[in-house]
């Protein structure tokens, strides 16, 4: 029903700023809530932020609240994590996820990208 494609990961120094995209082709973005998750080698994926079918709805994991901001724009049908005074802890694949309702766990969502490497240099 929807195709995801991230963009936006690169090298940044810490402290530094990135923004992701997650651009979805079809014709029902708006129908979708959607989310940003994250995995480092040897960790299951994490839960990073959330935000519902209309973008009035957000939620955040505890680590990103302050620094992150989840965003989306139905008529470009792309959404965005800002994301600011980043660590290096914050290293890891960023993937966008569709679901029918918004969720902060994996297996409410159906439709995955294939994720963009964020690496963050101390």
């Known amino acids: 029903q929807v195709q995801l494609v991230e963009s936006g990961g690169g090298l940044v120094q810490a402290g530094g700023s990135l923004r992701l995209s997650c651009a979805a082709s079809?014709?029902?973005?708006?129908?979708?809530?959607m989310g940003w998750f994250r995995q480092t080698p040897g960790k299951e994926r994490e839960f990073v932020a959330a935000?519902?079918?209309?973008?009035?709805?957000?939620t955040y994991a505890d680590y990103v609240k302050g620094r992150f901001t989840i965003s989306r724009d139905n008529a470009r049908n792309t959404m965005y994590l800002q994301m600011n005074g980043l660590k290096p802890e914050d290293t890891a694949i960023y993937t966008c996820?569709?679901?029918?309702?918004?969720?902060?766990?994996?297996?409410?969502?159906?439709?995955w990208g294939q994720g963009t490497q964020v690496t963050v240099s101390s």
């Open positions: 935000i519902g079918r209309s973008g009035s709805t957000t």
């Open positions: 079809g014709r029902t973005f708006s129908d979708y809530a």
């Open positions: 996820a569709a679901g029918l309702s918004l969720s902060r766990v994996v297996r409410w969502y159906d439709h």
